[in-house]
């Protein structure tokens, strides 16, 4: 047998290909030759022809984003394949994963902590900022309720002076505009305004009902307009007046906003000009620059014809070092104080963790020298030289490893060698096995009157269990099923031993068909099988004789399982006999002949049948094998036996069996 060491690859990569230039290898990565790249062409094909079909670039999205998908997926393969070949680059990814990237991550969250409470604080500066304009508007009704009270009413009432006097006393809201009420039925009519293109002439019914202060948006002749406005009801001299206030949300209050909360507002609902207002960031320490944050929030106001409340999304930029001091009042220059320790303990961090960075190379350096040294000496032992040897120097780990694979190769060639051992026992057992099969019958005999079949199944390379079919004169059949004791090679000689032994001396007396010779048969194998083998050998057997003439069964069961015989709703058990043979020379067997009619049914088996464990380690067990019988006993024998083998493995489906098999079925015709 060859069991000589093969030298395999070790390396997928085949030297003896001859490069691609570079126009080549661009075409086959580039050239539809696979269903994803066509799918992908087909999605970039459809995502430029939308001018001809619109749905086209909507079915292009969705396969686009598939293909981006597998493509992502193959790219990364491909790089882990390249980069994480090397152990030393492993190391370096798990120390990327382990020191570098949770580092990052707490940074990550750090900031994000930190930018939502800078938001969050920005919010509430600028929210503090609205509603104090809206609550000044609403108390600017108060104002002109007094202004009018305490003026000279001989004229009527002076709207124009009240007006002006408020206006002047408010010169903070830039771009003021007051306008003053009158009920008219469901609404109310405008008396005075001013500046009067700045108030409509009629008040919305719903400002009529009720008061109101806040954001909103009109439709004017002037186009869509934002302002803040606050409408509330007065009463002089027995009339119900209303005061409606308001200040334009234009680039005027985006200054004030950023001056007061050191927010810049940037979208709506405000729709301010496309030029930004000159604003002065404060400076990140060590000239670092300017630091601006993105932020956004909801806010609410209400479509000023239709009273209809909205919310949209207020974007802007932050100074996070005015949001702080403002928040905390805390001085600019605590700040920048604040903000410089910030950024140093940033950078001692960053410098700790490049330390840590070198010192996990030098680590990984010493690693990986060791295992390109566990590498060759693994390419060296494949390719046989079994003599090669790792040198160590340290006394390390790293070192016991190279030692204990000094110490693997010199047990290799002992392995090999119990390898051949293995394989010839091997092909030897197998031959064995060819050769026992030969020992029985290669089809049960025919002659009309007894229908038979059998099967062996033996649990290893060779079997204990033993079956055969002996025909003297064309008149009488001997029928023979046997279970040695132990299992593997000594069971199998001993089978064949006794074979040899059944077959010469069930010769003596051929013509010898008188009552006892079953018997005698068996009395003879039981002093051979104590005089020629082992005091703890031993055999059970049964054996019975058949005459096709005079349909008499005579048999004698010796210590084996006993046999089935069905007839009509019958069954017996054929126990008749005596203990197994080989263990007491001086043991008398009996024999019982029983008149077989038609259609009688003899099955005969050995314990590997009723033994055969499940997984629970529960046996088949000889009511399953009876109810088997029962269920199939009208069908012919071949299918019999095939059942009673199938119900056995489909009950010990997944457990190991360490007993033969062996099942004989008769039925007289």
């Known amino acids: 047998m060859n069991t000589e060491v093969k030298q395999l690859p070790i390396s997928t990569k085949d030297s003896d290909v001859p490069e691609m230039d570079f126009a080549h290898r661009l075409w086959s990565i580039l050239s ?58 492993r190391i370096l990814a798990s120390f990327v994963f382990v020191g570098i990237v949770p580092l990052c991550l707490a940074l990550l969250i750090s900031v994000t902590i930190g930018w939502f409470l800078i938001g969050a604080m920005g919010t509430n500066l600028t929210k503090r900022h609205f509603q104090s304009t809206t609550d000044q508007l609403s108390h600017l009704s108060q104002d002109v309720e007094l202004a009018l009270y305490q003026a000279d009413k001989e004229a009527g009432l002076p709207f124009v002076e009240a007006i002006n006097k408020v ?45 109101y202060a806040g954001a909103v ?86 479509d000023w014809e239709q009273n209809e409340p909205q919310g949209d999304l207020i974007t802007g930029m932050m100074d996070p070092a005015r949001i702080i001091a403002d928040t905390m009042s805390m001085e600019a220059d605590v700040v920048q104080i604040v903000s410089a320790a910030l950024v140093g303990l940033c950078t001692v961090l960053a410098g700790v963790e490049f330390v ?52 693997m190769a010199g047990s290799i060639e ?84 006794l074979q040899s032994a059944l077959r010469s001396h069930s010769m003596i007396g051929e013509n010898d068909l008188a009552p006892g010779r079953v018997s005698r048969l068996v009395d003879r194998l039981n002093q051979h099988l104590c005089l020629n083998s082992a005091p703890d050998k031993f055999a059970t057997m049964f054996i019975c004789s058949y005459d096709i003439h005079t349909s008499l069964m005579t048999y004698t069961c010796a210590g084996h399982n006993p046999p089935y015989l069905y007839r009509d709703d019958t069954r017996r058990e054929l126990t008749v006999g005596g203990c197994p043979i080989g263990m007491f020379t001086e043991w008398e067997y009996e024999e019982e002949t029983i008149a077989i009619e038609p259609k009688d049914l003899l099955v005969i088996y050995t314990d590997g049948i009723t033994e055969a464990q499940n997984t629970h380690q529960e046996e088949f067990g000889e009511e399953r094998l009876g109810a088997e019988i029962e269920n199939s006993r009208e069908l012919p024998c071949e299918e019999i036996q095939d059942r009673i083998l199938a119900a056995v493995r489909d009950f010990s489906h997944g457990a190991e069996q360490f007993d033969d098999q062996t099942v004989v079925v008769g039925r007289a015709m």
Request: hydrophobic share 40%; glycine share 6%; net charge neutral.
């Open 32 to 89: 539809p030759n696979s269903r994803m790249k066509r799918w992908t062409y087909a999605g970039i094909i459809m995502a430029n022809i939308g001018d001809l079909w619109s749905i086209f670039p909507v079915i292009s999205i969705p396969m686009l984003v598939i293909s981006a998908v597998y493509y992502t997926y193959c790219a990364g393969s491909w790089l882990k394949g390249r980069l994480l070949w090397k152990v030393r680059n």
């Open 167 to 211: 206006v002047q006393t408010n010169q903070e809201l830039q771009g003021l505009a007051v306008g003053i009420f009158e009920r008219d039925g469901v609404g109310a009519r405008r008396l005075y305004a001013w500046p009067p293109n700045r108030i409509a002439d009629k008040l919305p019914e719903w400002a009529a009902r009720s008061d």
């Open 217 to 302: 948006r009109d439709s004017t002749d002037r186009g869509i307009i934002n302002e803040f406005r606050a409408v509330s009801d007065i009463d002089v001299d027995g009339r119900q007046l209303f005061v409606l206030t308001s200040v334009p949300i234009d680039q005027i209050y985006q200054n004030r906003v950023w001056e007061d909360a050191g927010v810049l507002l940037t979208s709506s609902p405000f729709l301010f000009d496309q030029q930004s207002p000159k604003t002065a960031w404060t400076p990140l320490p060590w000239g670092l620059g300017e630091f601006k944050l993105p932020w956004g929030t909801m806010y609410s106001w209400i």
């Open 356 to 407: 840590s960075f070198l010192i996990g190379l030098i680590i990984s350096r010493r690693i990986t020298s060791a295992v390109h040294s566990l590498s060759r000496a693994t390419q060296a032992i494949r390719s046989g030289r079994l003599d090669y040897r790792i040198e160590t120097q340290r006394n390390d780990q790293l070192d016991e490893l190279s030692r204990s694979f000094n110490d």
């Open 414 to 497: 002992v392995l090999l060698n119990q390898v051949r051992d293995k394989h010839r026992i091997e092909a030897e057992l197998e031959m064995a096995r060819e050769v026992q099969a030969r020992f029985l019958p290669g089809s049960p005999p025919e002659n009309g009157r007894l229908e038979l079949a059998a099967t062996w199944h033996p649990a290893r390379m060779v079997s204990g269990d033993y079956y055969d079919f002996i025909v003297h004169d064309n008149r009488v059949i001997d029928i023979v099923v046997a279970d040695i004791s132990g299992k593997g090679m000594s069971a199998a000689l001993m089978m064949a031993g």
